[in-house]
């Protein structure tokens, strides 16, 4: 095999892994701040080595190809230059895997901050978690002075409930990012279901959430009626005590755990979230 069609040969391998990568939404890490400007310019190139390596009719083709493809490439980078994305990764603390963050602002009048999340193991490839982007706008009459992307989404004070589930406390309240979305099965209708169950004492109906096991417990000669909290190996976000009761909270968007052995309530489970 000649060396023009080994060229072209991983020039298509190449761009194959990386249409398919797009198709199941993978991505290169580190050629996510330059889009696909990258592949693109080392596609040109060889193309054009290659054209004008051959006969002279193909040397007049690659020039009208360099004359339409170079500037179609600049506008494509400067897009991607003006969505001004930035990126910051953040790790569990069991070290398994990692989340990185993809964030830009707009402003006019009031800040809007966009958010996309990717899950990686090894750091080079990144799955975007669909679903899991949001987005938060800020008026600026209320707007914190100093107040970034990174401080409004609450990078920093993060909580890893689950090894695949991590919270952040938003400017605008609770936001849960899940890694694995088949992690838990459970859903609003499951927790209200289990809520109704807790409140008219039925013993022994049990439910887990984000890993904890719940357990309606009652005793019939005293008629008090709580919910044990249990999880696997002690390391689940509530730790192993009882509670009186769960509430949905508004307000708060979130199910609450109340009145605990160890401190009074727990965030449970976004109420709006639904499987």
């Known amino acids: 095999m000649t060396r023009t069609k080994w060229a072209l040969l991983l020039l298509g391998v190449m761009d194959l892994i990386l249409f398919m990568m797009f ?12 889009g696909y400007t990258i592949p693109l310019a080392i596609n040109i190139i060889a193309l054009a080595i290659i054209g004008f390596r051959h006969s002279r009719a193909t040397k007049w083709w690659t020039i009208v190809g360099l004359i ?30 990692s989340v990185v963050i993809e964030y830009r602002s707009f402003t006019l009048g009031e800040t809007t901050y966009y958010y996309n999340f990717y899950k990686t193991t090894f750091g080079l490839i990144g ?29 920093g004070s993060e909580v890893w409930i689950t090894e695949n ?18 992690e838990s099965l459970v859903s609003a209708a499951d927790i209200e279901a289990f809520m109704e169950k ?8 049990t439910i887990t959430v984000n890993g904890n096991s719940l357990t309606v417990r009652y005793d ?26 769960i509430i949905a909270d508004e ?17 449970l489970y976004p109420m709006g979230e639904k499987d």
Request: charged residues 25%; aromatic residues 10%; hydrophobic residues 35%.
């Open 127 to 155: 799955k975007h978690l669909d679903n899991q982007s949001t987005q938060m706008m800020i008026p600026g009459t209320e707007h914190p002075a100093g107040l970034g992307a990174e401080d409004a989404l609450g990078v």
């Open 251 to 267: 307000e708060r968007g979130y199910y609450m755990l109340e009145e605990c052995t160890h401190r009074w309530e727990y965030m």
């Open 23 to 34: 198709l199941t939404d993978y991505y290169i890490l580190f050629l996510k701040p330059t």
């Open 68 to 97: 339409i493809s170079i500037p179609i490439l600049f506008f494509y980078s400067f897009i991607i230059r003006l969505e001004d994305n930035s990126y910051i990764k953040i790790h569990s603390p069991q070290h398994k895997h």
């Open 165 to 182: 589930t991590v919270r952040f406390p938003t400017w605008k309240g609770m936001k849960e990012v899940r890694l694995d979305p088949l």
């Open 198 to 205: 807790a409140e008219n004492k039925e013993g022994g109906e």
């Open 220 to 245: 019939q000669m005293s008629g008090q009626s709580w919910i044990d909290v249990m999880n696997d190996k002690e390391e689940g976000a509530i730790p192993r005590q009882q509670c009186s009761r």
